[in-house]
């Protein structure tokens, strides 16, 4: 069974980093696209980063300069650097994964982690 497990997060001060992980546990994975999204209060999901399997990341436009994504394809591993942090940057952040299963490349998700950046 495929699982993503996000670790970090929590009330950051303005200005602050914190850095996100996730990892995907599963029996011979085969990973595409690795990302984070988020979601605030009242506000539909949006993509943060997201990153190929050969290491070409895109961002948002709101979080480029000081988010830094990356994964270790070794160990099913995707980390967000998030630097310089804004109370706009306050949401429930998620892992996602695109894996194959023998119909094609599925969607997983982590759990959610909420950064807090208080104002």
């Known amino acids: 069974q495929v699982q993503l497990v996000e670790s970090g997060g929590g009330l950051v001060q303005a200005g602050g980093s914190v850095r996100l992980s996730c990892a995907a546990s599963?029996?011979?994975?085969?990973?595409?696209?690795m990302g984070w999204y988020r979601q605030a209060p009242g506000k539909q999901r949006e993509l943060v980063a997201s990153i190929t399997r050969g290491a070409v990341a895109n961002y948002v436009d709101s979080v480029k300069g000081r988010f830094t994504i990356s994964r270790d394809n070794t160990k099913n591993t995707v980390d967000l650097q998030m630097n310089n942090l804004r109370p706009e940057d306050t949401a429930v952040y998620y892992c996602n994964a695109e894996i194959y299963e023998s119909r094609g490349f599925r969607a997983y998700w982590g759990q959610g982690t909420q950064v807090t950046v208080p104002s």
């Open positions: 599963g029996r011979e994975l085969i990973i595409n696209k």
